[in-house]
């Protein structure tokens, strides 16, 4: 095993490390947890009430003349109805649990990218993006191509200032070095 691989930076501690971009993924897992409950609630409160209504009309299809057989059914429904709120229930725990690995799903490349532009603006041309997610590929080359481009322009740009640099007195070199700068800067919009 290599040793960059020891190092506390590559260690992986997924559990620890579950909540990497907190806002985002608070958000994505309330906004779940919200819509499954209401839901829930909605479904039960339906079926509540228009049990209620046909049941107090006479009008439910299991009604008959007989008294005790009605009073069975109703039985069978106090079975039933717990029955389903204990089945929205667990459909909400696993909406929750669903939120929680969507969220991470959506975080992870959030903060890679956010690394990655951090490290970028603090200089550091060489920062390398990748992805385990296939999905994310292109994104990635893509990112990698941006560090490529602007570190091979700056690397042209401080090798002619050295050239410059070393051939003070040479005026030519410093025009035509000067002139490659130019051209460098011109691949680039500012404006």
């Known amino acids: 095993m290599s040793s960059q691989h020891t190092t506390p930076e590559y260690v992986r501690k997924p559990l620890r490390n579950f909540f990497i971009k907190k806002s985002i993924q608070t958000r994505v897992v309330v906004h779940l947890f919200v819509a499954m409950t209401f839901s829930a ?66 975080a992870v490349p959030v903060y890679k990218i956010e690394r990655w532009a951090s490290r970028l603006r603090a200089g550091k041309l060489n920062t390398y993006m990748g992805f385990r997610e296939k999905e994310m590929a292109e994104l990635s080359s893509q990112c990698n191509a941006v560090s490529e481009f602007y570190r091979e322009l700056l690397t042209q740009i401080k090798n002619s200032t050295v050239l410059i640099e070393n051939n003070r007195n040479d005026n030519s070199t410093i025009n035509t070095q000067l002139q490659q700068i130019k051209t460098i800067l011109d691949k680039v919009e500012l404006d």
């Open 41 to 106: 609630i909605i479904t039960t409160a339906l079926l509540s009430f228009f049990y209620l209504k046909r049941f107090d009309g006479g009008s439910f299809y299991f009604m008959s003349s007989n008294i005790m057989e009605d009073l069975q059914l109703i039985r069978v429904l106090s079975i039933v109805l717990p029955a389903l709120i204990v089945a929205e229930i667990s459909s909400i725990f696993i909406a929750l649990t669903l939120g929680l690995f969507t969220s991470r799903k959506i």
